[in-house]
């Protein structure tokens, strides 16, 4: 069955520490993959997305991820993470006309 | 630019009811997509339209049924809600055709209550 696994359910890190949300697919070929934010109340915010070529991919807010096929992986990362990045994150592929997202990772930034 | 709007913000419904939600896509798009987002858990894809047709759907029974208007707005029907309907229902929007397709705008959400 196609799913997307996000391993960690929560995950806290002090201010300024480096955060990785780790980030696992399983279908037959590569599917676009995607991360967004969901912050208390609100609608989700996409951070990222990899369609093909280079794996390392930019996003918003200063986050990056990485794909890695020999892996089926597709982590979120951040060098230094701000109180403001408190939120849940949740990454999602599409294969053909569907969307799959992850249970998503809540992430705590203490002071 | 408008973004993408729900209506309305919070229902609260008796199971067996039918609820109604609606979305306006973000302007120039022309493909909508529904979730639903049980507390706790990641968005679960209901379906998709494009050109007021369903071209995608999730593991969702035929009562919930969709429909996609000239102006491609959208409405979300669900028949004889059961408790576990109760969710927060998000609608996004995406652009068909140009470099943008594959990105979903999110609209807010409605939060429907079933007592």
């Known amino acids: 069955a196609q799913s997307v696994t996000q391993p960690d359910i929560h995950i806290t890190v002090s201010e300024g520490a480096s955060l990785e949300l780790r980030c696992n697919y399983s279908?037959?070929?590569?599917?676009?993959l995607f991360w967004y934010v969901q912050s208390p109340g609100q609608g989700l915010q996409l951070l990222l997305k990899?369609?093909?070529?280079?794996?390392l991919v930019q996003g918003i807010k200063g986050f990056e991820a990485e794909f890695k096929r020999s892996q089926s992986s597709f982590n979120l990362r951040k060098p230094s993470v701000h109180w403001s990045d408190a939120a849940e994150y949740f990454c999602?592929?599409?294969?053909?006309?569907?969307?799959?997202f992850g249970s998503g990772t809540k992430l705590n930034v203490k002071p | 630019e408008t973004g993408v709007t729900q209506s309305p913000t919070h229902l609260i419904k008796t199971r067996g009811q039918q609820v109604t939600l609606r979305c306006s896509s973000q302007s120039g798009h022309n493909t909508v997509s529904w979730y639903q987002q049980a507390l706790g858990q990641g968005p679960q894809f209901i379906f998709q339209?494009?050109?007021?047709?369903?071209?995608g759907r999730g593991n969702f029974p035929p009562r919930f049924s969709g429909l996609q208007f000239p102006n491609y707005s959208s409405e979300l029907n669900v028949n004889a809600l059961e408790l576990d309907d109760s969710a927060l229902y998000l609608c996004a929007s995406s652009l068909v055709g140009g470099l943008s397709y594959n990105e979903q705008f999110f609209g807010p959400g409605t939060r429907l209550t079933v007592l």
């Open positions: 990899y369609f093909s070529g280079d794996t």
């Open positions: 279908y037959g070929a590569t599917p676009y």
């Open positions: 339209y494009y050109r007021e047709e369903e071209n």
């Open positions: 999602a592929a599409k294969n053909f006309n569907k969307f799959y």
